[in-house]
């Protein structure tokens, strides 16, 4: 597998039924792409999405195609589907029509990595989900190697590596951060445990526009935010939470945030004029970023240590925060985003990870034992409306909605499921 390969010389990839499935027919749920981690706005929302009739008893794959592995989940723009894989010791980026499961284009290149032994469950990756903006594929590996693709064609418009300018070309189990696209430029942290630089790369052409060396990266993947009157780029470093001015990269504000085992991975999330952060056994806790005389602040409002975030992200609906806390052995909760009051807390023992999506009164949670469970957004406890158990293989990447269905990926396919 060198360079571009179609749908005819991959054998590896095999549709289910796909030429006789046409999305067109679908009941739409909803339209919009779900273009980059979490989606549009970064924050897990499925907007426009309609309330089916009656929730199917069973959900039935339109197609379903063998990718490869890795936890990087799908991007969908327009009609075609993007996902990052490894096969052996190669990373793959590869296009399919969202209507039939059909190879449009694929790319692959040298990737070999070494997982660390701690982390050797997880695999070799990839992690990271790629971002499509401006008609560009933006990809970045398990070991750093950041792609520009032409999406029409998958041509290579340009490619970074940055062998030499750390020590490692990774954090210490591996690159897991999603990079985000913000007026023209892609921005992303690179380097390797305690020496890195928060970047920002021209979209167009690769070159760098402004660096932040104070910290290494994480796993976290950053959100952009107005606050207090100055666009900011907002993510968890490997020591710190961390805001820098997104035109400039120039540090605004800076709190120490530290994980066991070094792990700080949840996305922010932002609730009016505060920011929801958590972390492994860190509880949950809202900041609030103020302009003084000095410049930016960021002051605590409130913390819940009876939640506390792993590998996943809330999502937050109204004056609510719902997630998964990785305390009591799995469990998710509802917490009042405005005081961090717990509203209700699940069952119990739930696993190792949920994602989740907020879609209209529902949310959407995909955990890794590959059960869909579909919830009722409310304050006043956990109601089950749907369970689906939906692959054979564990499910760690985050589903990705698209008209007419879910995209769920599992350890080496991707199907497109009905709603």
């Not at 894989?85 to 284009?105: H, M, N, P, Q, Y």
């Not at 907020?358 to 089950?384: K, M, Q, R």
Request: hydrophobic letters at 40%; one cysteine or more.
């Amino acid at each position: 597998m060198k360079g571009t390969i179609m749908a005819r010389r991959c054998p590896w990839t095999v549709p289910i039924f796909a030429a006789v499935v046409i999305l067109a027919l679908l009941s739409p749920a909803w339209a919009q792409d779900w273009n980059q981690w979490r989606g549009p706005n970064r924050d897990g929302v499925v907007a426009g999405f309609t309330v089916p009739q009656a929730w199917p008893e069973t959900l039935t794959p339109a197609w379903k195609v063998t990718v490869g592995a890795g936890y990087s989940s799908p991007v969908v723009s327009g009609g075609t589907v993007y996902v990052l894989s490894r096969v052996e010791a190669r990373e793959v980026v590869s296009a399919f029509d969202i209507a039939t499961g059909k190879l449009v284009w694929q790319d692959a290149y040298d990737a070999p990595y070494t997982v660390n032994p701690v982390a050797a469950r997880h695999g070799p990756g990839p992690k990271s989900t790629p971002v499509i903006a401006g008609g560009r594929l933006y990809t970045f590996g398990i070991t750093e190697i950041l792609s520009c693709y032409d999406v029409a064609k998958g041509k290579v418009l340009w490619r970074k590596t940055f062998t030499g300018q750390f020590p490692a070309t990774s954090p210490t189990y591996g690159t897991a951060a999603s990079p985000i696209v913000d007026r023209g430029l892609v921005i992303v942290h690179v380097g390797t445990a305690k020496q890195g630089a928060l970047t920002a790369f021209d979209a167009t052409t690769g070159d760098v526009k402004w660096q932040w060396t104070g910290d290494g990266p994480s796993y976290a993947s950053p959100i952009v935010v107005e606050m207090a009157g100055v666009r900011q780029v907002v993510t968890q470093s490997e020591t710190s939470i961390v805001s820098v001015a997104a035109a400039t990269g120039a540090l605004l504000w800076k709190m120490p945030f530290t994980t066991p085992y070094v792990q700080n991975i949840v996305t922010p999330v932002l609730y009016k004029d505060t920011l929801i952060f958590s972390g492994l056994e860190q509880g949950m806790f809202a900041v609030r970023v103020a302009k003084g005389a000095s410049g930016l602040t960021a002051e605590r409002l409130w913390k819940n240590d009876q939640v506390s975030m792993y590998m996943n992200s809330p999502v937050v609906k109204g004056d609510l925060i719902f997630g998964y806390s990785n305390r009591n052995r799995g469990q998710y909760f509802c917490v009042d985003a405005t005081t961090g009051k717990t509203m209700w807390l699940g069952e119990p023992r739930q696993g190792d990870n949920a994602a989740l999506l907020l879609a209209g009164n529902f949310i959407l949670s995909l955990n890794n034992d590959a059960d869909l469970i579909v919830t009722n957004a409310v304050g006043s406890g956990y109601e089950v409306v749907k369970k689906y158990h939906v692959a054979e293989s564990a499910t760690y990447a985050h589903p990705a909605p698209t008209r007419g269905g879910l995209l769920v990926r599992d350890a080496n396919t991707l199907a497109l499921l009905k709603l």
